[in-house]
């Protein structure tokens, strides 16, 4: 069958296994890109900007002109009400055409999608085990048989629901996140995003594993939720990313946290440094944070780590967001990672239910003493789905007209924005604070120490806004960080051939022009039949 992903932003791990699983079961595979300048739902949220660059239309003709039989989307909050236009526009025109909505809003939320007159399958958390099984259905007119992990509709309207499966545990078993189909729009090389573990060990109220990881129908036989790849496997797809790019430059870790099996982590940077031997970056947590750990990074390469602290108000930790650090393990984990020569990143949050004002200036001691690279603010998101949303319910941070919204992905609180803060006074303090965050990288310390946010305040929103966004900019590139090289990378060349299309350029561009375009057999160790992917 003809299967098209449809995508919006940036490459997705969920696209690549999918797309891989789908080739090698002898379909062809199209992606549907849209690069959501300006409104890329995650750093960059300009109206005005994205009207000029918006390509939804463009978007939409690749699906027309790939006339596919099956459209597949994966869907976050953000971009949930843009596929589901995109998949109604389809059907209008292809009226046969299967929709299978997957991702960590349909997740959420799987009784509302799958009554969407659009939506034909949802599948319920992770998607390998029924994603093959669901083409089979769609294949052989089967609308009777249950499917695990997936919801759909019989051929009458009634809503069939699959068993909820245990976690998939054989993770070598399955394909490798090859990126063929994300060459023509994204620099793959300049990021290659992978992962090498699956799930948390944590369950904070404000992320997608707080409900995620409860999915499965029998609790006591649903195996781990933190899974790893064999080492063999991960590296077989990294030597195949280093032999296809001209210059693979930076590795890009999407882990949970990277560091969470110690005993695996030697082994694998121990021999990631002899075969691959190239920059890479991960996400850490403090309780998996030692000197040990912090000096194999090192060595096997590791220049980037980001760690999520969120706040240090310990009791809020423990009481409400289930972080069970201790801040002497944040301080302790942070000291060592700068003591080794480890570039931090810190994710830092505003806005979170039960959260005093008054803790953010326990953070700002942290960072004053012991500072990151780079400190990464976010307004606080109530994603569905999550005990946070029904926490902010309660404690009247939002209504329940805006959780109605929320749900429906009508109403997404930016990260970058302070839309969920009712307390104007409270924004300002919050602000100030930002500033600060943003501008302590590249103060010394005894000015950072001294630096406090009496002196802020007085400044306006919007130049406090300016002044944080252009000294987080200025920080970015001048440490090289590669979130900023490739993000800057992507905007210049999707702008560029934007004017280009639109002065009638008939030039095919291209983001990545590989060494060769032969994919890679990973169980036979050898190159197959080509696979052709229309260039742009």
């Known amino acids: 069958m003809k299967i098209t992903f449809v995508a919006i932003g940036s490459d997705q791990l969920a696209v690549c296994l999918l ?22 739902r995650f750093n960059l949220e300009i109206p005005w900007l994205n009207k000029i660059f918006d390509d939804t239309e463009e978007t939409f003709e690749q699906i027309l002109s790939q006339a596919p039989e099956v459209l597949v989307f994966s869907s976050l909050t953000a971009t949930y009400q843009w596929m589901l236009e995109m998949a109604r526009r389809t059907k209008e025109v292809f009226p046969n055409v299967k929709v299978i909505f997957g991702g960590v809003h349909p997740s959420a939320v799987t009784e509302r999608v799958i009554k969407r007159p659009q939506v034909d399958f949802v599948v319920r958390g992770e998607g390998e085990v029924c994603f093959i099984p669901i083409l089979k259905a769609i294949e052989n007119e089967d609308d009777s048989t249950p499917i695990p992990n997936t919801w759909f509709k019989d051929r009458n309207g009634n809503i069939i629901k699959g068993k909820q499966q245990s976690y998939y545990q054989e993770l070598e078993a399955l394909p490798p996140f090859t990126k063929e189909i994300w060459e023509p729009y994204v ?147 942070l000291k060592i990672m700068i003591e080794f020569g480890l570039n931090v990143k810190v994710d830092h949050m505003f806005g979170l239910p039960g959260e005093a004002i008054e803790a953010q200036e326990l ?13 990464q603010t976010f307004w606080t998101c109530f994603l569905p789905g999550t005990e946070m949303l029904q926490q902010g319910i309660d404690e009247g941070m939002v209504t329940l007209e805006e959780a109605e919204r929320l749900n429906e992905g009508e109403d997404f609180y930016f990260y970058r924005t302070a839309s969920n803060i009712k307390n104007p006074e409270d924004v300002r303090k919050y602000k100030a604070y930002e500033l600060l965050f943003k501008l302590y990288p590249m103060l010394p310390k005894f000015i950072r120490t001294r630096f ?18 252009f000294g987080d900019l200025i920080n970015g590139l001048a440490s090289f960080n590669p979130d900023f090289i490739a993000y800057a990378k992507y905007y210049l060349f999707h702008i560029t051939y934007f004017f280009a299309r639109k002065m009638g350029m008939k030039k095919k561009w291209r983001a990545v022009i590989p060494k060769d375009d032969t994919p890679y057999d990973y169980k036979e160790k050898k190159y197959i039949q080509a696979v052709e992917f229309e260039e742009r």
């Open 19 to 40: 797309a891989n699983m789908a080739k090698k079961a002898g379909h062809q595979v199209n992606l549907a890109y849209n690069i959501a300048l300006f409104h890329d």
């Open 187 to 333: 620099f793959v090389a300049d990021r290659y995003f992978t992962m090498a573990t699956r799930g948390c060990p944590y369950r904070c109220t404000f992320c997608f594993n707080n409900f995620f990881a409860e999915l499965p129908d029998d609790k006591k036989s649903r195996g781990k939720y933190v899974r790893s790849r064999s080492i063999d496997h991960m590296l077989d797809e990294l030597k195949y990313a280093k032999s296809r790019y001209k210059k693979l430059r930076w590795i890009d870790f999407q882990d949970d946290i990277f560091t969470v099996n110690k005993r695996w982590l030697k082994d694998f940077l121990h021999r990631y440094k002899e075969e691959i031997n190239i920059p890479f970056q991960c996400l850490v947590h403090p309780r998996y944070m030692d000197e040990d750990i912090a000096k194999w990074l090192v060595d096997a390469g590791c220049k980037w780590v980001q760690m999520g602290i969120q706040t240090m108000d310990e009791e809020l930790k423990v009481g409400h967001l289930r972080r069970n650090e201790k801040s002497d393990q944040v301080t302790d984990s």
């Open 363 to 375: 953070a700002r001691e942290l960072y004053a003493n012991h500072c990151p690279k780079r400190i």
């Open 452 to 469: 406090k946010v009496k002196h802020v305040m007085w400044i306006p929103d919007p130049i406090k806004h300016f002044i944080g966004f």
